[in-house]
């Protein structure tokens, strides 16, 4: 049947009613003529309580754009009639602020009489406050030299902090990727801490560690009797982290049948233990992380697409250190803070030498290796400074070595054993040199020159 709004104009008021945005009309002396239930939704108040009334609440200080609605009745012209695209604020029947982004023009009668006025608002508050959150965030994580327990003021860890920031202020599922030893787990426990599931569990286990026959197990529970070994009831570490966050760890590990378990786990929200009958509803926030090519393991048919979709659904890569070794005298100076106590050692720095071989080292095993080898350094310093020789072989004697700061090319490891004993003295003496000739009962233009030949 054809419309006809002349013949019946209660089809044009029910279809302007019906518009998700607000629609209102006013006379030449700015009082409200019609209000739809557009507006009602949106500010709350109804056709009854403004229509005959003036306009006051579309106007004061915060409402820039309709507040000049009344100046414009009052001296209409035809340069200014009308307000596009105005963005302003109002408050709502019940005082919420509100902001919206509004339209009015003028209307008038053949002969130029002013009849009065149209407009039209949309609620933009949503919209508004995302943006204002994200741009909080990312002010926030600019130039953040630390965020969690994660270190690093290089560009990409900070994109890094950036996405975590974003991650942790939604519930969706986030896939960790990057090599051994980036500080996935760390990452996952940062946006669990930034999140509003923070009072709730953490929860981390690495799937490649378990073996496929326990695994279910470990992730679903099992009541007792289920299997050989079964003796009692146990809870998964799904249930055990109910209302917090899962991190799966090595998911790339994972076989394509227990794949199909965790998908279903992941689309009903339930899990059922091992051996029962009943199923347990579920709220958990899922964290994966792998060092491996996901996408290469999907298209090898190793892992199955549905899942590859499921679980990857906002990636965050960690770089690898040899990417960021702007970090590594920040990464230095918080593990010598975090460690040097522990092992009763005063050391508050390292020495030039030692920090030169530890910015030219490869760090094949990444930020882990690195924390490993102030560690050991911590076990053998003498003084107050980490020295050279404090430092492990391979990161003392890789690649390239230092005098001065100046790299060139070093044997990977002493050639003798009386090499061997002369470093080893040397750090037992905190790199004192006269005091590891005496114990070595060589002089001191000795020792130098087989330091020399030693790099």
């Known amino acids: 049947m054809e419309l006809d709004f002349h013949k019946d104009p209660r089809i044009l008021s029910t279809v302007i009613d019906a518009l998700e945005a607000g629609v209102f009309t006013v006379d030449a002396q700015g009082r409200f003529v019609a209000w739809n239930q557009g507006a009602e939704r949106i500010t709350g108040y109804s056709a009854k309580d403004v229509v005959g009334q003036p306009c006051r609440i579309l106007e004061g200080p915060n409402c820039k754009g309709f507040s000049t609605l009344a100046a414009l009745l009052a001296a209409p012209t035809a340069a200014a009639d009308c307000i596009c695209n105005q963005e302003c604020k109002l408050l709502t029947k019940d005082g919420r602020e509100l902001y919206i982004l509004g339209s009015v023009r003028l209307l008038h009668a053949a002969d130029g009489r002013l009849l009065g006025a ?9 919209h508004v406050l995302a943006n204002e959150k994200i741009a909080l965030l990312e002010e926030q994580t600019r130039s953040r030299t630390a965020l969690a327990s994660l270190v690093g003021k290089s560009e990409p860890m900070q994109e890094v902090f950036r996405r975590l920031g974003l991650a942790a202020q939604s519930d969706v ?11 996935k787990e760390l990452a996952a426990a940062a946006i669990h801490a930034l999140g509003p599931r923070k009072a709730m569990p953490f929860l981390a286990i690495n799937c490649s560690a378990i073996p496929e026959t326990l695994l279910e197990s470990e992730l679903f529970g099992h009541v007792k009797g289920a299997f050989t070994g079964a003796t009692r009831d146990k809870m998964g570490v799904f249930q055990a982290a109910d ?73 965050i ?22 460690l040097a106590g522990r ?11 030692a920090l030169a071989a530890l910015m030219q080292h490869r760090w094949p095993g990444n930020v882990r290796e690195l924390k490993n080898a102030i560690e050991a350094g911590l076990v053998t310093v003498a003084g107050d400074r980490l020295n050279l020789l404090d430092l492990p072989r ?29 470093l080893r003295v040397l750090a037992e003496t905190g790199g004192n040199r006269t005091l590891a000739a005496k114990r070595l009962g060589i002089s001191r233009v000795t020792l130098w020159k087989r330091l020399r030949k030693l790099g």
Do not use: C
């Not at 149209?118 to 949503?126: I, K, Q």
């Not at 990417?323 to 803070?337: A, S, Y």
């Not at 092992?343 to 030498?353: P, Y």
């Open 343 to 353: 092992q009763g050692k005063a050391v508050t720095g390292l020495s030039r030498d």
């Open 173 to 183: 599922t986030v896939m960790l990727t990057g090599e051994s030893g980036t500080g």
């Open 394 to 422: 391979e990161v003392r004697n890789g690649d390239a070595a230092w005098s001065l700061g100046t790299a060139r090319e070093l044997p990977s490891a002493p050639a003798t054993a009386e090499d061997e004993n002369l």
């Open 243 to 315: 209302g917090g966050t899962l991190f799966l760890d090595e998911i790339g590990d994972v076989s394509p049948l227990m794949q199909v378990k965790l998908l279903r786990v992941l689309q009903s929200r339930e899990v059922r233990r091992v051996g029962d009958e009943r199923v347990a509803d579920i709220d958990v926030r899922l964290i994966t992380a792998t060092n491996k090519d996901v996408k290469q393991l999907m298209l090898a048919g190793q892992m199955r697409e549905d899942f590859y979709y499921r679980i990857r659904v906002f990636e």
């Open 118 to 126: 149209v407009g039209s608002f949309t609620d933009l508050t949503s």
């Open 317 to 338: 890569t960690l770089p690898p250190l040899r990417e960021r070794r702007e970090d590594i005298p920040l990464l230095v100076r918080h593990f010598i803070e975090e």
